[in-house]
């Protein structure tokens, strides 16, 4: 495929996307998260727009960056990434190796500010409010966008208590893991610098 051929059809994905996420709903409680009423297949957006040329486009060409990838001993993996569109709204994707959905939009591609309201949202509910449900256990590498080690540290504190998968963290640093259990951030920080992949 040309390049001036691949810009067209992007152009007309992103024009398609663009007019899924008008119809995302504000709540409060999300803010400045925005989500549809269940989480949108990415191939369905592609067919609506490319017709037979959906099957000769890439959705990774429409990927800004990868802001969290996770993949666990079992050879699963999962990953949030990210699509900006020419509006300068962000498009929250998720991937498992079978499927691509639209999850949220939020905010302006500039910062990440939003990114991290994500995925608070995501760890604090454990994916339900973005119609995703968490499991797995602890993965057993980890990557990101962000470098905030403190922010990702809470995130996945967060996220595993509310999926109930303390177990599995301390499974996985062993002897590390602080006696009694007492101090969970203090397992995750050993377990997230072993998982840790730059």
């Given at each position: 495929m040309?390049s001036?051929?691949?810009?067209?059809?992007?152009?007309?994905?992103l024009?398609?996307?663009e007019?899924?996420?008008?119809?995302?709903?504000?709540?409060?409680?999300?803010w400045?998260?925005?989500?549809?009423?269940?989480p949108?297949?990415?191939d369905?957006?592609l067919e609506?727009?490319?017709g037979?040329?959906?099957?000769?486009?890439?959705?990774v060409?429409?990927?800004?960056?990868?802001?969290l990838?996770l993949?666990?001993a079992?050879?699963?993996?999962?990953e949030?990434w990210?699509?900006a569109?020419p509006?300068?709204?962000?498009?929250?994707?998720?991937?498992?190796?079978?499927?691509?959905r639209?999850?949220?939009?939020?905010?302006?591609?500039?910062g990440?500010?939003?990114?991290?309201?994500?995925l608070?949202?995501?760890?604090?509910?454990?994916?339900?409010?973005?119609?995703?449900e968490?499991?797995?256990?602890?993965p057993?590498?980890?990557?990101?966008?962000?470098?905030?080690?403190?922010?990702?540290?809470?995130?996945?504190v967060?996220?595993?208590e509310?999926?109930?998968?303390?177990?599995s963290?301390?499974a996985a640093?062993?002897?590390?893991?602080?006696?009694?259990?007492?101090?969970?951030?203090?397992?995750?920080?050993?377990w997230?610098?072993?998982?840790w992949?730059?």
């Amino acid at each position: 495929m040309s390049s001036f051929t691949q810009r067209v059809l992007t152009a007309r994905v992103l024009e398609a996307v663009e007019s899924r996420v008008k119809q995302f709903r504000r709540r409060q409680e999300l803010w400045p998260i925005r989500i549809p009423t269940a989480p949108i297949a990415l191939d369905e957006v592609l067919e609506e727009a490319l017709g037979e040329d959906s099957r000769r486009f890439d959705p990774v060409s429409l990927r800004s960056r990868t802001l969290l990838q996770l993949e666990w001993a079992d050879g699963a993996r999962w990953e949030v990434w990210v699509i900006a569109l020419p509006s300068k709204t962000k498009i929250y994707c998720d991937s498992d190796g079978e499927e691509t959905r639209l999850l949220a939009s939020g905010g302006r591609n500039e910062g990440d500010e939003s990114d991290r309201v994500f995925l608070q949202i995501l760890a604090e509910t454990g994916g339900e409010a973005y119609g995703m449900e968490s499991a797995g256990g602890a993965p057993a590498l980890v990557r990101s966008s962000i470098a905030d080690r403190a922010f990702l540290v809470e995130f996945f504190v967060n996220l595993f208590e509310v999926t109930g998968a303390e177990a599995s963290v301390r499974a996985a640093i062993g002897p590390r893991a602080r006696a009694g259990g007492h101090d969970f951030q203090h397992d995750v920080e050993e377990w997230l610098a072993i998982a840790w992949k730059p």
